[in-house]
């Protein structure tokens, strides 16, 4: 009986203290960016580093661009200039130009 208790003990305490445990919880398979509320006004193309579409799962279809500092901006998939940056990105493959 000493060695069941015992041996129970030290599995909870393992699997309380294991660094793996939290992540299995957490794990969501929704997506990172979705886009509730939308830029409406056009940036520079030169100041745009990237632009992604946002998950198919996502409620609104969105552009999410990235400004060269860093910055996330949501666009509707509707809105022409996001359209225009995003073909052209995607088009030329390397990147936009000024």
């Known amino acids: 009986m000493k060695t069941l208790s015992f041996t129970l003990a030290i599995l909870l ?6 660094n793996a445990m939290p992540q299995a919880l957490y794990y969501s398979t929704a997506p990172a960016n979705c886009c509730y509320s939308f830029f409406s006004k056009s940036l520079p ?3 745009v580093s ?3 579409k946002s998950h198919s799962s996502c409620v609104n279809p969105a552009f999410i661009v990235e400004t060269i500092r860093g ?3 949501c666009y509707s998939q509707t809105f022409q200039w996001a359209l225009d940056v995003y073909e052209q990105l995607h088009t030329e ?6």
């Open 50 to 52: 990237k632009i992604t």
């Open 71 to 73: 910055r996330q901006i």
């Open 13 to 18: 305490l393992t699997v309380c203290c294991c």
């Open 45 to 47: 193309s030169r100041l």
């Open 93 to 98: 493959g390397s990147g936009l130009q000024a």
